[in-house]
């Protein structure tokens, strides 16, 4: 299992006397750098890699397939964001993805490709060699392959005509065949995480003694819980040592999928597989923008450069046509924004009212005046329904406002704030506006 280089940040976070603050950045929980919690994470390595899926699993969403200028458009973006590899697109013709990666070479990409896929189904039948020849010889750096079987088979734990010797056996086969062609094999497991962990670690095991590079663990159905993904992929790294590469991926159907990604990395697995905005099948996977964040921040290096993810997120966006829910982490449009001062409390850092400085990310933190302030109590602390917030920018400002004037203030801040169709706040210069527009009405 290579490591290379933490980034800056995970370097400072882990030689400082306070990792979990970095000032100006974020401020995160203590509690895991206690003793007892170091040694739950004992297994995580201090480097992660990741390997990006939007091409791939963007192709799963339904009705929002990109096309060839945008997937193009991506893998540059992608290229230049720190992934350790990019996942090529596997829903479209062979032809095509063939296409892709010669544009790619074209284009100068130096971020290795992978190739998802063939599917490898036990016992080996007919010509399955000439199979993932095709795949071969589509030029990607890595060849991901499936091992697939019946759903009938994982529920019995291969107690009917399939064995589980089958399986080793196919596995031990096609993976030596694999690594022949001189390409970096990482094969997966199909239902990884809803297979009882002895038949998984038997299986990967297989794949790890048979010369893969990397073994593909599945949370296909986006299912599993932080615990259970912590101790299966502890279970499955010793299985497959340290030598041998631990990718995981994980789908979002619970919401879950960034706190697995976690587990994962606490575990011991070292490469994450995520999408841009966890764009995917159903309810997508693990969000690249969170994850790295996320990572980073509790001194995990990732390699990614955290200041172009919010770009990354808004072309990746558009290229799919997708919408987004205004609190969406990173890149929405109400992550970065507070009403009034929001959990400032009187300090000017950005991390004391948002879960990570926006401007680690590529983005400003925006304070604004919206229906809470201008109609409602300002703070569930607040002692009364006055709006004290208002008062205070206009001293601040030197506004001499009377109180029939702030009145008018609060009435024209009140009707822009609800005509105002597409957002409804007012941003700081705008409120300063309205209330000059009223002090000066009255001087003429």
């Not at 200028?69 to 829903?91: C, F, K, W, Y």
């Not at 990746?316 to 959990?343: F, M, S």
Request: hydrophobic share 40%; aromatic share 8%; net charge negative.
């Amino acid at each position: 299992m290579s490591e290379r280089p933490r980034s800056d940040d995970a370097s400072a976070a882990a030689g400082s006397a306070m990792p979990w603050h970095r000032p100006g950045k974020w401020l995160v929980n203590p509690a895991y750098w206690d003793a007892e919690v170091q040694a739950e994470r004992a297994a995580a390595p201090q480097r992660v890699h990741f390997i990006d899926c939007t091409l791939s699993e963007g192709d799963d969403c339904v009705g929002h397939q990109p096309n060839w200028n945008t997937r193009l458009g991506m893998i540059e973006r992608l290229d230049a964001i720190g992934l350790g590899e990019i996942t090529m697109p596997s829903h479209v013709t062979f032809g095509e993805e063939r296409d892709l990666i010669k544009a790619c070479r074209r284009m100068g990409v130096k971020t290795r490709l992978v190739a998802k896929g063939p599917g490898v189904v036990p016992p080996l039948r007919g010509d399955w060699r000439s199979i993932i020849d095709r795949h071969v010889d589509m030029g990607t750096e890595v060849i991901s392959p499936i091992v697939k079987w019946s759903y009938a088979d994982t529920l019995s734990d291969f107690t009917g005509a399939l064995s589980k010797s089958a399986v080793v056996e196919a596995i031990g086969e096609s993976v030596g065949y694999m690594k022949r062609h001189r390409v970096r094999v990482v094969p997966w497991m199909v239902d990884s995480m809803r297979s009882p962990v002895d038949t998984a670690c038997l299986f990967f095991k297989a794949m790890a003694e048979a010369g893969a590079d990397g073994v593909y663990i599945v949370d296909s159905r986006g299912n599993s819980a932080p615990l259970a993904t912590r101790h299966y992929i502890r279970r499955v790294r010793a299985a497959v040592g340290e030598k041998c590469d631990v990718y995981v991926q994980h789908h979002n159907d619970l919401g879950v999928a960034t706190a697995n990604a976690m587990a994962d990395v606490e575990g011991g697995a070292n490469w994450i597989d995520a999408s841009v905005l966890g764009i995917g099948d159903r309810g997508g996977c693990v969000a690249l923008e969170e994850a790295a964040v996320l990572f980073e921040m509790y001194g995990i290096a990732t390699g990614i450069k955290l200041d172009a993810l919010y770009d990354l997120c808004r072309y990746v966006q558009t290229a799919y046509g997708v919408q987004l829910p205004p609190w969406k982490p990173i890149a929405g449009a109400n992550w970065n924004k507070e009403e009034g001062w929001g959990h400032l409390d009187g300090s000017t850092a950005a991390e004391a009212t948002v879960g990570v400085s926006p401007k680690v990310v590529g983005r400003d933190f925006e304070a604004v005046i919206g229906t809470k302030i201008l109609f409602g109590r300002e703070r569930s602390s607040a002692h009364t329904d006055a709006p004290l917030f208002l008062r205070e920018l206009l001293h601040q400002w030197n506004i001499p406002a009377t109180e029939d004037q702030f009145q008018v203030i609060l009435l024209r801040a009140r009707a822009a704030v609800a005509t105002t169709h597409d957002r409804h706040y007012l941003t700081f210069d705008e409120f300063r506006s309205i209330s000059e527009g009223v002090i000066l009405a009255g001087r003429g």
